[in-house]
Nanobody, 114 residues
Framework: QVQLVESGGGLVQAGGSLRLSCTASGIIFRGSSMAWYRQAPGKQREFVAAITSGGSTGHADSVKGRFTISRDNAKNLVDLQMNSLRPEDTGVYYC????????WGQGTQVTVSS
């Protein structure tokens, strides 16, 4: 059974930092591309960042230079380091395993106050 568990969300002031983590089980993690998405209230879920099994990364234009995705295959972990946070970064952040039909975590809330 595939399970993705996110952690690290919270409330932070604008300009602050948070580090999100996603722990995966039930998949061959080292062979899987992983991604982070987010959904703000009243908006559709949007892509934030992705990392391939080989470590290549991609980030949405809105977070480039501020967010960094990384992975630790030994720990089945994918992280999202978020710096210089803005109020518009507020939302529920979801971990995604890009295998088969795709798998999602339950999400973790990030709230950035102005």
């Amino acid at each position: 059974q595939v399970q993705l568990v996110e952690s690290g969300g919270g409330l932070v002031q604008a300009g602050g930092s948070l580090r999100l983590s996603c722990t995966a089980s039930g998949i061959i993690f080292r062979g899987s591309s992983m991604a982070w998405y987010r959904q703000a209230p009243g908006k559709q879920r949007e892509f934030v960042a992705a990392i391939t099994s080989g470590g290549s990364t991609g980030h949405a234009d809105s977070v480039k230079g501020r967010f960094t995705i990384s992975r630790d295959n030994a720990k089945n972990l994918v992280d999202l380091q978020m710096n210089s946070l803005r109020p518009e970064d507020t939302g529920v952040y979801y971990c995604n395993a890009r295998i088969g039909a795709g798998y999602w975590g339950q999400g973790t809330q990030v709230t950035v106050s102005s």
